[in-house]
């Protein structure tokens, strides 16, 4: 006997009944139909019942027959939490929020709601709930924009606008949201930090973008794009159980380019005050280019008010000179520096020329590669239509993870991201290839080894047989205090070419650099 569909009657045929003939019929539905039922008419019912509130009918279908509610208290639940998740604009999770005036910094973005415009409108849904309501923030921004060019403006006629202007915060409130704490969970009961940072990159670029734009509707249509990362240092463990809050704003400016300053604050669990909050900082470099030139264009500068915002602008001031410096200065010439890269070399040679009497307790970089691969779909880009920048550090960030968990034989614990270049665009359709290395560790503290890994993005187009870098990561691990308890024992790692020994070098001078 052929069974009988129960989403074969045409719900255009409750269209003109009653309300309660539709809820009458979604009452004798099972679970996995009914939410078919509402993926595919969401749309239709919305216009033609624009006075029923589809939330209202899901909840009052499980209230209106208790019997059914008391069997099957699982299916009650998901339901009451799935549209309440997209509905309920009374709980403490406001969808306001989400949608609030690009130039009210002091309103928090809240994470936590899935209510966003049609995917066609955005480019970023396949992102975190963050990343997509940050970006939604942003499009208004956009919506602001006169429809009359405006016209090249020089910096002096810029309006200099306070840190103030552009602050802006995100709150996951992961204490209440269920499902968005799940998204943020890795293996080990933690924040996933790949996804966080992905987070952090585009709360910086709507930074960037609210310093740029005009109150008058005027603004120019510029392209801000993610130039470096200058470092993101983890202070303490980020739990995925305790609410979290991310707040940054335009801290430097020069003529083309500004520094972002993020910080991630969550409190001690089970306490209120904002003690020992302080979680994650990170630094933000974006510049900003002629949407139709591609050359670089001027920005409104700063205007620092108080004094933790003069001492910032110093900070940040200070940070540029040395990057400057770093790129005139960096050079391996000295004698003493072909001293520390004959020492480097030293033990990769007898591993090259005398295997057997290498030391155990060390290992060559190239033994320590991982590679991972993939093409760009059309889900990653951002709004200028190119591959989200967050996305990249996320990718280079897991890959790096896996490669010091590998390496280390027991799981990584991340401290900090210790630089990021972002020298080449990538686009959708691009074959992007990441390579990871362990350059070196730091033993000197056998309580907390540090790992220290590159991951370097590779752009490879097989039809012009060509490949090149277009990003550049570089992280630092250690392992948790109980593996180094049971015994765990980090390797050496050491260089076998003079590329290699190089590398090794440029990065532990500007990781000193960096702490001076």
């Known amino acids: 006997m052929k069974m009988k569909n129960p989403l074969s009657k045409s719900l255009c045929h409750y269209l003109l009944k009653p309300p309660s003939a539709f809820v009458s019929h979604l009452n004798n539905l099972p679970f996995d139909p009914l939410l078919r039922i509402f993926n595919q008419s969401r749309s239709i019912f919305s216009a033609s019942l624009s006075k029923i509130r589809i939330r209202d009918v899901f909840i009052n279908t499980q209230l209106s027959n208790p019997q059914k509610q008391s069997e099957s208290g699982f299916r009650c639940t998901q339901v009451r939490s799935f549209a309440s998740e997209i509905h309920d604009q009374s709980s403490a999770i406001p969808v306001v929020s989400t949608v609030s005036s690009p130039f009210e910094g002091s309103v928090p973005i809240d994470a936590g709601s899935l209510n966003r415009k049609p995917i066609s409108f955005w480019p970023g849904m396949y992102h975190s709930p963050v990343t997509n309501a940050l970006w939604e923030a942003r499009s208004s921004i956009f919506e602001k924009v006169s429809e009359t060019p405006v016209e090249e403006a020089a910096q002096s006629q810029l309006a200099a606008k306070s840190p103030s202007k552009s602050r802006t915060s995100v709150l996951y409130k992961f204490s209440s949201d269920y499902i968005l704490r799940e998204q943020y969970r890795n293996p080990w009961n933690e924040i996933r930090t790949g996804k966080l940072v992905e987070d952090l990159d585009a709360l910086a670029g709507t930074i960037s973008y609210k310093h740029c734009c005009n109150d008058d509707g005027t603004t120019r249509p510029l392209l801000l794009v993610t130039a470096s990362v200058d470092r993101m240092v983890l202070k303490k463990p980020i739990s995925v159980d305790v609410d979290l809050k991310i707040e940054g704003a335009v801290t430097w400016v020069g003529r083309s380019s500004m520094e972002i300053q993020l910080e991630v604050t969550q409190s001690a669990q089970g306490t209120t005050g904002p ?30 008010e108080t004094e933790n915002e003069k001492l910032l602008w110093e900070e940040a001031e200070e940070r540029n000179k040395r990057r400057k410096n770093r790129r005139a200065e960096h050079r391996i010439d000295t004698d003493e520096d072909a001293d520390r890269l004959h020492t480097l070399l030293a033990e990769g040679r007898v591993f090259c020329d005398m295997p057997a009497l290498a030391d155990r307790d060390s290992i060559l970089i190239k033994d320590t590669s991982h590679e991972n691969s993939l093409i760009c779909q059309p ?12 996305f990249l550090m996320r990718k ?25 270049d972002f020298l080449k665009p990538v686009d959708v359709g691009n074959f992007l290839r990441f390579k990871s290395r362990i350059l070196y560790t730091e033993l000197e503290n056998p309580a907390k080894p540090l790992i220290n890994v590159e991951v370097v993005a590779h752009v490879t187009r097989p039809e012009l047989r060509s490949s090149e870098v277009s990003n550049k990561f570089y992280f630092t691990f250690t392992v948790r205090p109980e593996a180094i308890a049971d015994g765990l024992r980090i390797r050496n790692v050491v260089p076998a070419t003079e590329e290699e020994a190089r590398r090794v070098l440029e990065r532990m001078d500007a990781e000193t650099s960096q702490l001076q």
């Open 275 to 304: 003690s020992n909050s302080l979680a994650l900082v990170a630094n933000f470099t974006f510049v900003a280019r002629d949407s139709k030139s591609g050359k670089s264009a001027v920005i409104n500068q700063i205007s620092p």
């Open 379 to 390: 889900q990653q880009r951002n709004t200028h239509g190119r591959i989200f920048g967050g």
């Open 396 to 420: 280079a960030f897991e890959l790096a993870f896996s490669n010091a968990y590998a390496f280390a034989g027991a799981s990584p614990r991340f401290i900090e991201v210790d630089h990021v």
